[in-house]
């Protein structure tokens, strides 16, 4: 008979930590929370300091009947749920439902699922800290009071099944703002000259400079001509030639945000994915001899900080595999932003004897390639900076300066075992011949290229999370079901992998921002975020500051509810007959945008795209172009006579036919991520220089 009841949250946490413990303790798991706020009603008294009206989650009953029978069985009962705010709030409300003092030494925590890391915690048992309760408790009744006042209004104003967040609502700002700033830019023209040198038999491009010390841009083709003219005849001569050393450090450990962005760069991985399959690592992976045991570090976390003794393993292992000179001279210290939640170490694995190639054939693909990211990162934060010879030379054409730069790699360090992402594009710069001071290059062959200054590029999912950590909108736990929320309400969707607002995403933002201007205000957000923290703290009382916050909000909701008027969506008639039955098709609003659809409904339930000219036409039978929608939302350009006739481009058309065989032109996006005008019609060659692209 067990004399200790531990409760965790999960099934898989309740097996490793299990094991670890023996037959005195009985490890079982509360599924997640087992109270929450009612979702009938607001379930929040605001009269009364917002006081939450707490209830059992609906199925979670025989949870709870199962741990109230356990906890009357046992001497003790320990609440060991994650070791962060919601985790704190899961073993407060175990603790009011099991009739536990939660200011007894009831709350184990521990930052990794490992033999050693439990044993500890179980030394040195505390009490659930309220701090932490009360954060969260906050950050919910916030959501709640925005959530729950607001979409009621959005539902009688624009359509029912709407809702506005209070994080999720300034996350399709950003990208709301972003797509109107891309439709109001105006390119402007720059050119490039470029001189395609050859020397001791390498070759290597030099890019005009300037004339003298001036840098000179080259705005026009009037520009590039006159160049051209003034170089015309004359030698290149070098004229210096600057070598030198850099040094490169490594990136700190894994934060929840960093993990999500790189491991949506190098793996094609969504932040939902990223946290799920790095939940399964965490909480324990059946090896052989070991049984379940913890692979990585709690994953929800903000600090770059390395324990002691993970730092002196890292140390002895990069010894044995690599060498010492690939250690650095000093410990490797990095530093947590700003604002972040010291109380977490980076992301890290929790032994580094359990190498990724050795333990793969235990491991999913998904966690084996996640796994081994977490391995690679943290061990090359832990190993000594690379070195790279940098070259820099400058061509003399008469007073015209052509510049080429080069870099190589002297010593890897840290790049033996791992490069960012966007540091792997810049190594493939090489290194340049070895030219001397007065040197004559042999006559170049001159380029040149029209370019035009490219609109910021819309956020892809990396980018949007990194934008909410720099903004200091949100949390940790708090990106990925952030971003999940706002497309699963059809307020974004993903094109090509980044994100485009819907219309139905643009309209509720314009409302929200016309009258609840600081729930979509981004300085507003960050500075209720900080304040959840000053509660976490112990500095701010979490009941004065929802007070505050509700103070404003009460007058905004007066007078949206009065002043806010109707907008129709679900009936503007399209010039469509449906063809089904006869009536006038019209638009709707769906997850992916404006659709067709029969106002017969439910008599009568057809729905279809909307067709979107492109501009171009098919060259089979002469009628336009559409742009379409395949698996996962990839574009494509098809026939509008389809399925009668079936010509399909997967390449963007431009709006012109080619001069030389006329199919449709179409932009073509290349390795080093540029896109070229070329011909549609693989047995063309014509092409026309290309534009950069976002």
């Not at 199925?59 to 320990?78: E, H, I, P, T």
């Not at 967040?165 to 439709?183: F, N, P, T, Y």
């Not at 790049?415 to 992402?421: A, D, G, L, N, Q």
């Not at 679900?570 to 067709?596: A, N, P, T, W």
Request: hydrophobic share 35%; net charge positive.
């Amino acid at each position: 008979m067990a004399d200790y009841l531990v409760i965790v949250e999960s099934p898989a946490k309740a097996k490793t930590i299990g094991k670890y413990l023996g037959s005195k303790y009985m490890v079982k798991a509360s599924m997640g929370h087992v109270r929450d706020l009612p979702k009938s009603q607001l379930g929040v008294d605001i009269d009364h300091q917002f006081e939450p009206k707490y209830i059992t989650i609906r199925g979670k009953g025989d949870v709870v009947k199962q741990l109230r029978d356990a906890s009357k069985k046992v001497k003790s009962v320990y609440l060991a749920a994650d070791p962060d705010r919601e985790g704190e709030a899961i073993a407060w409300h175990l603790a009011h439902t099991l009739e536990i003092d939660p200011s007894k030494p009831v709350r184990v925590v521990f930052n990794e699922i490992t033999k050693q890391a439990v044993k500890d915690a179980f030394k040195s048992p505390r009490a659930v800290d309220m701090d932490l309760v009360h954060a969260q408790q906050a950050r919910r009744i916030l959501d709640r009071l925005v959530g729950y006042r607001i979409s009621p209004l959005l539902w009688k104003k624009v359509k029912r099944g709407l809702s506005a967040g209070r994080v999720q609502s300034v996350a399709v700002r950003l990208i709301v703002d972003r797509e109107r700033e891309i439709k109001a830019f105006i390119p402007e023209e720059y050119w490039r000259v470029l001189a395609k040198c050859n020397a001791h038999g390498e070759k290597f491009d030099a890019t005009f400079h300037g004339f003298g010390d001036k840098k000179v841009d080259l705005p026009s083709r009037q520009e590039v001509d006159e160049l051209l003219v003034r170089i015309a005849g004359q030698d290149f001569v070098v004229a210096s030639v600057k070598t030198s050393e850099k040094k490169r450090n490594p990136s700190p450990p894994f934060t929840t945000s960093t993990l999500q962005q790189e491991s949506a760069r190098k793996l094609g991985f969504r932040a939902q994915k990223t946290m799920s399959v790095a939940q399964q690592l965490y909480e324990g992976i059946d090896l052989p001899k070991e049984g379940a045991v913890g692979l990585i570090t709690y994953m929800r976390t903000d600090s770059v900080r390395i324990s002691d003794s993970a730092s002196e393993e890292a140390k002895s292992y990069i010894s044995t595999m690599y060498g010492d000179t690939f250690l650095p001279s000093q410990k490797r210290e990095f530093s947590t932003k700003k604002g972040a939640q010291d109380a977490h170490e980076g992301i890290r694995p929790t032994s580094l004897m359990r190498d990724p190639e050795r333990i793969k054939e235990f491991l999913s693909k998904d966690q084996y390639r996640l796994y081994k990211l977490i391995f690679d990162r943290f061990l090359a934060s832990q190993m000594a900076s690379a070195i790279l010879d940098t070259m820099s030379v400058d061509l003399k054409a008469g007073d015209a300066i052509f510049r080429a730069t080069g870099s190589r790699v002297k010593f890897p360090g840290f790049m033996k075992v791992y490069t960012e992402s966007s540091d792997e594009k810049k190594e493939e710069e090489k290194f340049l011949p070895p030219l001397q001071q007065g040197e004559i290059i042999t006559t170049p062959k001159i380029v040149t290229e029209q370019h035009f200054t490219q609109p910021p590029p819309r956020f892809s999912e990396a980018r949007l999370v990194k934008t909410m950590e720099e903004l200091g909108i949100g949390r940790p736990s708090t990106y990925a079901p952030t971003i999940e929320t706002i497309q699963k309400r059809g307020y974004v969707l993903m094109q090509e992998k980044r994100f485009v607002p819907t219309e139905l995403g643009e309209i509720v933002f314009d409302m929200l921002k016309e009258f609840f201007p600081t729930i979509v205000d981004v300085d507003f957000t960050a500075n209720l975020e900080q304040q959840l923290d000053d509660v976490e703290d112990g500095d701010v009382d979490f009941v004065s500051m929802l007070s505050v916050f509700n103070q404003d909000f009460e007058k905004y909701l007066t007078v949206a509810e009065k002043t806010m008027e109707h907008v129709t969506l679900e009936e503007e008639v399209s010039d469509e007959v449906c063809e089904k039955c006869g009536r006038q098709m019209v638009y709707k609003h769906g997850r992916f945008g404006k659709f067709l659809a029969c106002p017969g409904f439910p008599e009568c339930r057809n729905a279809k795209p909307i067709v979107k000219e492109v501009g171009a036409h098919c060259p089979k039978c002469q009628k336009p172009l559409v742009e379409r929608h395949g698996k996962r939302r990839k574009v494509f350009y098809g026939c509008s006579g389809y399925p009668e006739c079936n010509y399909v481009l997967w390449d963007e058309p431009v709006g012109r036919s080619c001069p030389k065989c006329q199919e449709p032109l179409v932009k073509k996006k290349q390795k080093n991520s540029n896109e070229t005008i070329i011909c549609s019609n693989a047995n063309c060659d014509y092409k026309e220089n290309h534009v950069e692209s976002p």
